[in-house]
């Protein structure tokens, strides 16, 4: 088995929406992969079909080596399925649900116990265990149910927006524990986000997807430096001789590109940290002086603008109105 | 098939933990069908004449009593379909149908949870009619009673899977529920004997699996046999209209969770 999960052409349409469209790619073993792309962008399909919820309508995906339409029983048994929304049964206690989850996931009687307190231990609920889940915050939940995608040690773990409507701590909180269950259990991870911060926390690659269609899939190193600049802004005071001054900046062999707004210059380079000593060199030749200077690493913010054309958004206006619609319409049937 | 029983089995244990944790709940369902023993059972008991008529001696409210049991296994069984919309609405659903279990053990678990649970309450109406003065000729009865009862209720949870698992939303799936309910439980020797409606009306009642539980058990618990059907026919009649509904809903639900919600 080369990949972990590989799809090839994979496409699904609800009537005229083509929700997924096309897209190949492959993960590795032991990989963390993440789907980055805003509501509606097709990552929640894309999971559904990998996880034998929804047939595609055209072309293939393995999952672990098995095709999710013609061997969707081996491809159940060999993943785990964080959903988006907290699926725990509230009026059950923590340990209930695990016991729940466990027996929906064949694991053999003997082991169940001993499988149980180890995840409770993982993610640090074993003191909690037999409260109902009804008293949990909402991070503790999102632990809860990802103890549940492990249990049966799964070989792929689908993570469905794992820290969506979490705030800033507990999301960092969930970031940690991935990355434990990564290190301790040695599992492929497919994750969906709409969070810049969460791909470039967690992913060893990302690929962009937007209106159904993958726009570029790298690690997210790669994807900041292909964008190749670091951006430096300077701010100088008022000098005749500024002309002078930017041509010999444009000589520096590190600038690529530099824009000019009165005093204010934004300069692209690679290589930032260097080039700034020059800056500070022809700018004291010169004597003109600078009264702020800032290096700016690109964030993937800046990557997902350059690839999609527009920034990350909560709701698309045109798209998501046919989407909603194409599920309306689905609702009413 | 070992698999299908343990899937079966861990399905029903988790409908039947969520019912054990909702206490109100039990109390709620147990207040119309008490409603309907105390109230239209004594309103109704100068109509004692009528029930003589085909030849039953009781109280009115005896020969009722049974027919509020099966009205309370009827609903119970007929609403316990409905958390299958919870369920899919708020991914327990897809959490079963990610997991190696086959759809159809998720279906029968839901169904024999959901007649264990309307089993229970009519075991409590039961309870209620002893305690208003109902009498019980012969104790001993009570167990095949409520096996009778256990085996129709699976009868009526499918009816009720079935609708849930078609019904996209909670509306369709309470216009539905309420369209059948009510006509079966009234179209049935429940409240009055057979001989009491015009003919045409006692023919369809005659098609109607509620009318053979009904006379089945108030010919358990009365001793009296009305109609002129024999008890083995309507052990074959409600038998049969439980392995149509069980396979049914089965297949229906199988089919239909795996259309997109």
Redesign the interface.
């Known amino acids: 088995m080369l990949y972990s999960i590989e799809t090839k052409s994979l496409s699904k349409s609800?009537g005229d929406l083509n929700a997924v469209d096309d897209i190949s790619f492959s993960v590795d073993n032991k990989e963390i992969f993440g789907f980055l792309g805003p509501n509606g962008a097709g990552k929640s399909t894309t999971i559904?079909i990998l996880?034998?919820?929804?047939k595609p309508t055209f072309g293939q995906a393995l999952v672990s080596g098995f095709d999710v339409v013609t061997q969707p029983?081996q491809v159940?048994?060999s993943?785990g399925?964080v959903?988006q929304?907290?699926?725990v049964?509230e009026?059950?206690t923590g340990r209930?649900n695990l016991l729940?989850?466990a027996?929906?996931?064949?694991i053999p009687k003997n082991l169940i116990k001993q499988r149980i307190d180890e995840v409770l231990e993982l993610i640090e609920l074993s003191d909690k265990q037999n409260d109902?889940v009804v008293t949990y915050s909402g991070g503790m939940r999102k632990r809860l149910d990802i103890a549940?995608g492990l249990l049966h040690r799964p070989k792929v773990l689908f993570l469905d927006e794992p820290t969506v409507g979490l705030d800033i701590q507990t999301r960092r909180k969930i970031w940690e524990y991935i990355k434990k269950i990564h290190k301790e259990f040695d599992m492929t991870i497919f994750l969906t986000t709409h969070y810049m911060e969460e791909a470039d926390q967690l992913c060893d690659r990302i690929g962009i997807i937007d209106c159904g269609k993958i726009q570029v899939i790298d690690t997210p190193q790669n994807m900041k430096s292909a964008m190749g600049n670091e951006v430096i802004s300077l701010v100088i005071e008022n000098q005749n001789n500024e002309k002078i001054f930017l041509s010999q900046l444009k000589e520096i062999e590190l600038i690529k590109n530099i824009n000019e707004d009165q005093n204010k210059i934004t300069l692209f380079a690679s290589k930032g940290t260097e080039v700034i000593p020059k800056i500070f060199q022809i700018a004291s030749n010169l004597n003109i002086k600078i009264k702020s200077i800032s290096l700016k690493q690109p964030t993937l913010d800046d990557v997902f603008i350059s690839y999609t054309g527009h920034e990350i958004r909560d709701d698309d206006g045109k798209f998501n109105r046919k989407r909603e619609h194409a599920k309306m319409k689905?609702?009413?049937? | 098939m070992n698999s299908l029983f343990y899937d079966t089995y861990t399905i029903f244990w988790r409908e039947l933990k969520r019912y054990k944790k909702s206490r109100s709940g039990v109390l709620i369902r147990l207040i119309q069908p008490a409603i309907w023993i105390i109230v239209i059972g004594n309103t109704f008991s100068g109509t004692q004449p009528l029930i003589q008529s085909v030849g039953f001696e009781g109280q009115y409210i005896e020969f009722m009593a049974p027919g509020v049991i099966i009205l309370t296994a009827i609903f119970t069984s007929i609403f316990g379909g409905v958390n299958t919309l919870w369920d899919r609405r708020y991914g327990f659903m897809n959490k079963a149908l990610t997991s190696p279990i086959s759809r159809s053990s998720i279906a029968l678990g839901k169904m024999s949870a959901i007649s264990l649970i309307a089993a229970l309450q009519a075991s409590l109406i039961l309870g209620i009619a002893l305690a208003i003065g109902v009498t019980f000729p012969n104790p001993i009865m009570i167990a095949p009673i409520m096996a009778i009862v256990i085996l129709f209720s699976l009868g009526f949870s499918g009816i009720s899977v079935m609708i849930a698992a078609t019904a996209k939303s909670q509306e369709t799936f309470w216009g539905m529920i309420n369209f059948l309910g009510m006509p079966l439980f009234m179209l049935s020797p429940a409240l009055f004997p057979l001989e009491l409606l015009p003919d045409w009306l006692a023919s369809v009642a005659k098609l109607n699996p509620v009318t053979y539980t009904v006379l089945l058990v108030r010919e358990m618990m009365t001793g009296v046999s009305e109609g002129g059907v024999p008890a083995v026919l309507s052990i074959a009649v409600i038998s049969v209209f439980v392995l149509i509904m069980v396979g049914l809903a089965s297949y229906v639900f199988t089919r239909e969770v795996n259309k997109p919600f």
Request: charged letters at 30%; a positive charge.
């Open positions: 609800f559904m996880t034998t919820l929804l029983k159940r048994e993943i399925y959903q929304e907290s699926t049964d009026y059950l209930e729940l989850q027996r929906l996931n064949h109902a549940g689905r609702l009413r049937a």
